[in-house]
């Protein structure tokens, strides 16, 4: 009896570990974590950015969850594409943030579009928005830091009470392709938050709306709530984190159980 638990415990150990490896092999885009605390850099849109009249993501929400000496800066920029963020000089100000931060931290750049590239008017392909996200991750392992790319935050606009509209569906795909083609990790954000918004239905996902009718923007307490989904998801593919990110027990059982939050 004692002896057929140990062998189940050993295979359940194995079957994890060969579960683990196989995620490496694709996912997990860098190194373990060293001694250094943690920095994070967040680039991205809307769906990320610091909460205003114009916008407001899960960025800040994510940040409120460090434990000094980890630290972060939130570097959304409203209407942000994965071009105009570039060619505006965000994201030479993310990647300044890596260069003088690699000594005392483990540096970490965030990397979530989507929204805005996939606007006809932002001319810009599918295949053009996938070569781009390529480019960020590469350009943030050159400099010494660390890439997440991050699938865009669902849309919280629905076809039916349990049903989103799944606007973001190509989007999803081609970070997914981009984060296999650069070995980086990333985070599945769009299915996480899709599935919790179709689990809590059309009525409870409007109380994270930045205003009644705004579907794409979180205002403060969405932004914790969705903050803390991209937490754990983090936490998920680099268990290090960790003890760098405090936790919510409570929200995070909420969001894993379909709950309202
Ligand atoms: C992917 O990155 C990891 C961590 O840096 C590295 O160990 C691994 O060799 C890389 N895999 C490929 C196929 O480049
Ligand atoms: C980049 O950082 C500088 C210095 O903090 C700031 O003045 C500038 O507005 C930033 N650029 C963008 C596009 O946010
Ligand atoms: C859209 O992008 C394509 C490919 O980069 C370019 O040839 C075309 O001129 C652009 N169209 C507009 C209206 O900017
Ligand atoms: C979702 O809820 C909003 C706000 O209550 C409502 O305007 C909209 O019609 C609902 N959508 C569906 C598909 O029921
Ligand atoms: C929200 O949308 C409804 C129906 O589309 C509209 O009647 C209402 O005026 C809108 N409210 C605001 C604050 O824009
Ligand atoms: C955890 O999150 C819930 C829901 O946002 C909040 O009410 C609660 O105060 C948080 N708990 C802690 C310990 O921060």
């Given at each position: 009896?004692?002896?057929?638990?140990?062998?189940?415990?050993?295979l359940a150990l194995v079957a994890r570990a060969v579960a683990s490896i196989g995620d490496s092999t694709f996912h997990q885009?860098?190194?373990?974590?060293?001694?250094?605390?943690?920095?994070?850099?967040?680039?991205?849109?809307?769906?990320?950015?610091?909460?205003?009249?114009?916008?407001?993501?899960?960025?800040?929400?994510?940040?409120?969850?460090?434990?000094?000496?980890?630290?972060?800066?939130?570097?959304?920029?409203?209407?942000?594409?994965?071009?105009?963020?570039?060619?505006?000089?965000?994201?030479?100000?993310?990647?300044?943030?890596?260069?003088?931060?690699?000594?005392?931290?483990?540096?970490?750049?965030?990397?979530?579009?989507?929204?805005?590239?996939?606007?006809?008017?932002?001319?810009?392909?599918?295949?053009?928005?996938?070569?781009?996200?390529?480019?960020?991750?590469?350009?943030?392992?050159?400099?010494?830091?660390?890439?997440?790319?991050?699938?865009?935050?669902?849309?919280?606009?629905?076809?039916?009470?349990?049903?989103?509209?799944?606007?973001?569906?190509?989007?999803?795909?081609?970070?997914?392709?981009?984060?296999?083609?650069?070995?980086?990790?990333?985070?599945?954000?769009?299915?996480?938050?899709?599935?919790?918004?179709?689990?809590?239905?059309?009525?409870?996902?409007?109380?994270?709306?930045?205003?009644?009718?705004?579907?794409?923007?979180?205002?403060?307490?969405?932004?914790?709530?969705?903050?803390?989904?991209?937490?754990?998801?983090?936490?998920e593919?680099?268990?290090?984190?960790?003890?760098?990110?405090?936790?919510?027990?409570?929200?995070?059982?909420?969001?894993?159980?379909?709950?309202?939050?």
């Amino acid at each position: 009896m004692k002896s057929q638990m140990v062998l189940s415990c050993l295979l359940a150990l194995v079957a994890r570990a060969v579960a683990s490896i196989g995620d490496s092999t694709f996912h997990q885009g860098a190194l373990k974590c060293t001694s250094k605390p943690p920095a994070f850099f967040l680039a991205g849109d809307s769906t990320t950015a610091v909460q205003s009249e114009g916008g407001g993501g899960w960025g800040n929400g994510f940040l409120s969850f460090l434990k000094a000496p980890a630290w972060g800066v939130n570097l959304g920029h409203n209407g942000a594409t994965t071009v105009s963020f570039v060619q505006g000089g965000d994201w030479a100000n993310v990647t300044d943030y890596v260069k003088r931060n690699t000594r005392r931290f483990d540096t970490y750049v965030t990397i979530q579009f989507g929204h805005n590239d996939q606007k006809p008017a932002s001319n810009i392909s599918l295949s053009q928005y996938q070569a781009n996200l390529e480019r960020l991750a590469r350009e943030v392992k050159g400099i010494g830091g660390t890439p997440f790319l991050v699938t865009p935050l669902t849309r919280r606009s629905f076809v039916s009470e349990h049903q989103t509209d799944d606007s973001l569906h190509d989007q999803r795909l081609a970070t997914i392709a981009a984060a296999r083609a650069t070995n980086t990790t990333y985070l599945d954000l769009n299915q996480a938050s899709m599935n919790y918004a179709n689990r809590i239905g059309n009525e409870s996902a409007q109380v994270y709306n930045l205003h009644p009718n705004d579907t794409t923007h979180l205002n403060d307490y969405g932004s914790v709530v969705f903050g803390r989904l991209l937490a754990d998801l983090m936490i998920e593919k680099r268990g290090c984190l960790e003890r760098w990110i405090g936790p919510n027990e409570t929200l995070s059982y909420d969001l894993w159980h379909g709950i309202p939050a």
